[in-house]
């Protein structure tokens, strides 16, 4: 079976196609990767509460994947420990004591339908608050 004229490899040309030079286990890898695409389930300005801890948060932004330090990663109890390719969120948390920024798997995240307004300091910096309650980026803040 040939291959692909795309993944060819012809020494004695020099060929603009990036793919000139592949080999099939460039190929696979290129197509894995990209099966790996995932969206977010939640969108900033979204309120959501931790699963297993009680505090909720507004989103204000998500990484694609885990993109904080090792040291951060490694201080989370094995036993609870999220897979690192999710989706991770920033929130602006709070909890019956105190506010704070938290960053949250997906997989330990769920919509809050509460209603009841965030009183984090942050969040009106950011977000305004429509009549239903959903919180939307500021104008200001858009590009």
Excluded at 30 to 47: C, Y
Excluded at 57 to 84: L, M
Excluded at 125 to 143: A, C, H, M, T
């Amino acid at each position: 079976m040939a291959l692909p004229r795309d993944l060819q490899f012809d020494p004695l040309t020099l060929s603009p196609n990036p793919l000139a030079h592949a080999t099939i286990l460039d190929y696979v890898d290129m197509s894995m990767s990209m099966e790996k695409t995932r969206s977010a389930k939640f969108k900033i300005g979204q309120v959501v509460r931790h699963r297993l801890f009680p505090f909720r948060g507004v989103v204000f932004d998500i990484d694609p994947e885990f993109n904080n330090t090792e040291e951060w990663y490694q201080s989370i109890p094995a036993e609870v420990r999220p897979h690192k390719d999710q989706p991770f969120y920033h929130l602006f948390a709070e909890n019956s004591e105190s506010e704070y920024i938290a960053y949250v798997s997906e997989q330990n995240l769920l919509p809050d339908t509460s209603g009841e307004p965030l009183r984090h300091p942050q969040v009106a910096e950011i977000f305004e608050q429509d009549d239903k309650g959903s919180y939307r980026p500021r104008n200001s803040l858009l590009n």
